[in-house]
């Protein structure tokens, strides 16, 4: 099977490009590199040593003697080239990571929010128009967030897998419809990923392509099987106040004894998956396609749920690290529930990574090891949500 990983340089698409290389798929990565030369402008980088791409991907074929293929593309901007590449290659799958992910570094000035809109929504609908104009018939599965479903819109009802039933009253009489879950994005990024969700929907229903979003929680951990084959291959590990993600900064923070700096009051409810559970999860989405013509299939990409201070006491306790309550940059909801469905990849024998499996691990192995490549002036969150 010919896969293409688009923005397979990145924290998740990199593991998932060596995770499907591993399971036998011809594997090709696209990508423009942005997110190394964001790290070069934010004068910030990687708490993981990550090697340049060729390293990695001659690395890779060292250990696997499996090959990686490369495209220095950049999806938003060369159609011309995309639609080429497509009819070049026919890939069977595409795998789309390639948008800018940050929530904070969107939400920084109005140059990273158009920047963030520009690139995002003209990535993903290059990329459908492109597989429409160039005849292939592959399928896209893309990453998605939780974050569209909002934080506390539905109170305790669980959030669906995308789609929510309604009843609509009409002169006739009740009418069953299943409608795209109200969207309630927290951030010019998040709002990109509600954006992309409508035009899944329109491609689905004109051009009858096959379309999967996956709306993944917040990843964690680092390393997977094949990333800790060889020190060339790790993966990244962002920990800054744009990048690094709540779960990772709080294992970075106690490594340098850093207080974990909890936003508010910490009663914000998350969902969470371990990055080994992300490349399983792609390779299941990508064994199960939707038929042509039907919706997009849409999957949580969720294993477990805490508050922000259920985890920061976690840490704390296993660490000794003090833990700060600093005030809140976003503007988000103080405290809210949230319980969300995640029956498809159980059912399709996901067994997840849990907190209490991994967490140990990424302390030793990740933060303390490389603690002395933190910048500490990095750490706090300086992006504001209103000025
Ligand atoms: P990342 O920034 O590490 O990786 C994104 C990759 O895409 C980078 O290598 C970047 O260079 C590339 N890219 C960006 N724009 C591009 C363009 N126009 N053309 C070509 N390449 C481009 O991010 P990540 O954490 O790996 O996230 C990947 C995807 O998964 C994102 O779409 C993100 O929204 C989604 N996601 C991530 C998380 C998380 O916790 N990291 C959680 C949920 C969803
Ligand atoms: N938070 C803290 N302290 C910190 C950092 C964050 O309390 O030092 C809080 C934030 O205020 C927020 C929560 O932790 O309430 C989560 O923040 P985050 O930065 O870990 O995650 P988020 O901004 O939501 O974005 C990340 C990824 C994004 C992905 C999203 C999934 O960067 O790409 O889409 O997680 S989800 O959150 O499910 O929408």
Redesign the pocket.
Known sequence: MKVWI?????????PTALHLSAKGMDVTI?????????DVLLEVQSLTPISPIGVRLDAWKKVSNKSVGFEY??????YDKLVQLLKQYKPDVIV???????APYSMKSSTTKRYTVD??V??THNLLCAIVDSGVTAHVV??????VYGYGWSGSAPIPEGYLKVTLDTPDGQLEREILHPANPGSV?HMT?TLDQLMFAFYAKNDQLRITD???????GTQTKETALDEKLIN?F?YDGD?G?VLNRFLMEAAVKHPLTVHGSGGQTRAF?HIRD?VRCVELAILHPPEAGDKPRIFN?VTETYKVKQLAELISKMTGAKISYVKNPRNEAKDNELIVQNNQFLSLGLNPTTLNDGLLEEVKDIATRYASRIDKTKIPARSLWNK
């Open positions: 688009l923005g397979g340089d990145g924290f998740c698409g990199w696209l990508d423009n590199l942005s997110r190394r030369q964001i593309i950049d999806i938003a901007n060369e789309h990571f390639a948008e800018q992910r940050a690139n995002n003209r990535a893309h990453l998605g967030t939780m974050g990024y990923k996956l709306h993944q929680g917040i990843v964690w990244r962002d990048y993600t998956i992300t990409q």
